[in-house]
Nanobody
């Protein structure tokens, strides 16, 4: 019954911004740490940002200073604000929910394309 649904992806020019959202249902949202991953064709799925239930964040070096992860526990939603987007940010972005014990849950992904 746990479901993660991403939204907010699309086509944006280099230097532009997008905000991704991930809505979680079927779980006690505040009990989970949340993360955003991304994957391009032929490449591995990489962790780009994470946030604990208490609000502690971490970022991959490739997005540090440009992306911000946040969560609204009242809305069961995690966000990824993406600024100063680069063509190399083009990927499918996936929402992830995890705790100290399995399982981990994944959304279906949302496409972000950065191109002029």
């Amino acid at each position: 019954q746990v479901q993660l649904v991403e939204s907010g992806g699309g086509l944006v020019q280099p230097g532009g911004s997008l905000r991704l959202s991930c809505a979680v249902s079927g779980a006690i949202f505040s009990a989970y740490s949340m993360a955003w991953y991304r994957q391009s064709p032929g490449k591995q799925r990489d962790l780009i940002a994470g946030i604990t239930g208490g609000g502690t964040t971490n970022y991959a070096d490739s997005v540090k200073g440009r992306f911000t992860i946040s969560r609204d526990n009242a809305k069961n939603t995690v966000y990824l604000q993406m600024n100063a987007l680069k063509p190399e940010d083009t990927a499918v972005y996936y929402c992830n929910a995890w705790r100290t014990l399995p399982p981990t849950y994944w959304g279906q992904g949302t496409q972000v394309t950065v191109s002029s």
